[in-house]
């Protein structure tokens, strides 16, 4: 079975760091992404960032590109989402989730889901 796990996050102050790490197992397929989402309290999961694990070719949503970049280690089957001078505003769970093909910002697009991982901020 397909199994995905995000973990790292935790309580940090705002305007500081946290990176967030993606396990994937279960599965030989090569061509694959895998995309970082988050769901903020009443709100709508929102796609963050994703990478093509086949050419390292990535994309960021406008609300997070200037702080957040996301990273892959094939080797390990391992995605990374360093986020940078973090707000208030960025407490939520966390969630990756792979695809076949190519990377993309559509949740729906994505197949499997691993459980989140919260992150709160605090001012």
């Known amino acids: 079975d397909v199994q995905l796990q995000a973990s790292g996050g935790g309580l940090v102050q705002a305007g500081r760091s946290l990176r967030l790490s993606c396990s994937a197992s279960?599965?030989?397929?090569?061509?694959?992404?895998v995309g970082w989402f988050r769901r903020a309290p009443g709100k709508e999961r929102e796609p963050l960032s994703c990478?093509?694990?086949?050419?390292?070719?990535?994309t960021y949503a406008d609300s997070v590109k200037d702080r957040f970049t996301i990273a892959s280690d094939n080797a390990k089957k391992m995605v990374y989402l360093q986020m940078n001078n973090l707000k208030p505003e960025d407490t939520a769970v966390y969630y990756c989730?792979?695809?076949?093909?190519?990377?993309?910002?559509?949740?729906?697009?994505?197949?499997?889901w691993g459980q989140g991982t919260q992150v709160t901020v605090s001012s």
């Open positions: 989730a792979r695809r076949f093909g190519e990377p993309s910002l559509h949740r729906e697009l994505y197949r499997n």
């Open positions: 279960g599965f030989v397929h090569d061509h694959y992404a």
């Open positions: 990478i093509s694990i086949v050419d390292g070719s990535t």
